[in-house]
């Protein structure tokens, strides 16, 4: 009996580790106790961030909605967006290219970093007849920055076209090839969307990345490639800021986001099982020991 329930204590401690490892969360925004409507102005300081979330461009707006998104992750844990969620759509009659809000990190990352982040598309129009989704450049992006305004800067998320619906490239246009998943956008659903961005110690830069598509818990070991992967100019400069940023919509395109994170491991960004979860698992070990030792 002794070595039985070893053996099982052994097991649990293993299996626990991941979820106890989850330490190394950089910053993260679920959208969590903020006040329906404008989006400037909320958030403040902590968590990651060094203060509130900036003004989305003038021809956007950016709200705080109640709007539910979930992605369960195959093997692992389930990302639920709780009761509100990030939504972002044209003003009424107007056009162009925006940020759609920016935030600042409490501290500048120099170092290998995780970031993943839930993205929808609402639309009448997606993947239809003539549809700018299927053939256009409508574009909705979580950009990596320097500062809280330039578009020169690593990005990644939704560009409507037939082959490069999902993507990660390197400032605006048309991502390079091996840098896209091809045409998979479905409207009215959940996504979510991790990129790797990695940086070679020797050269002190930023050097490439890389991108999921609806990643599995082991994604990171088994296409350690990604589904879309990009190389770029090494920039030095650390990173100080987030920001969404919409291209080409119409006035019919709403777009989501939700649970935002970063953090320095795959196990940051992509949950394994709940505790409580594990927790029954390892119960149910003891029961089947404690049922074996009774028949001894």
Request: overall charge negative; glycine content about 12%.
């Amino acid at each position: 009996m002794k070595t039985n329930l070893t053996v099982v204590f052994a097991v649990m401690a293993v299996i626990f580790a991941p979820s106890l490892g989850r330490a190394s969360t950089i910053a993260q925004e679920t959208f969590e106790g903020y006040t329906l409507g404008l989006l400037n102005g909320q958030g403040g300081a902590g968590g990651g961030w060094s203060g509130p979330w900036g003004a989305p461009g003038a021809a956007t707006r950016a709200d705080v909605v109640s709007a539910s998104m979930t992605y369960t992750v195959p093997g692992g844990g389930t990302f639920s967006g709780a009761a509100n969620a990030l939504e972002v759509q044209l003003l009424t009659g107007q056009t162009g290219n925006q940020i759609t809000g920016a935030r600042q990190l409490s501290s500048s990352l120099g170092e290998t970093f995780y970031v993943g982040y839930m993205a929808r598309v609402v639309t009448s129009t997606i993947n239809g007849t003539n549809s700018e989704w299927a053939g256009g450049n409508n574009t909705f992006t979580l950009h990596l920055g320097t500062n809280s305004s330039s578009t020169t800067t690593l990005n990644f998320g939704l560009r409507g076209g037939a082959v490069d619906e999902f993507m990660i490239r390197y400032a605006t246009g048309t991502p390079v090839a091996g840098s896209s998943t091809g045409g998979n956008l479905v409207n009215d659903t959940d996504y979510y969307l991790v990129a790797q961005v990695n940086w070679d110690s020797g050269l002190s830069a930023f050097t490439t990345a890389r991108m999921w598509l609806n990643p599995t818990v082991s994604d990171n070991v088994d296409t350690p490639l990604g589904d879309a992967a990009l190389d770029f100019a090494d920039f030095a400069n650390p990173i100080t800021h987030v920001f969404w940023r919409q291209a080409a919509l119409q006035n019919d395109d709403i777009l989501r986001a939700d649970n935002l994170i970063l953090g320095t491991s795959w196990a940051d960004v992509v949950p394994v099982p709940e505790p409580a979860s594990i927790a029954l698992l390892g119960l149910g070990a003891l029961a089947v020991v404690a049922s074996r030792r009774g028949r001894c």
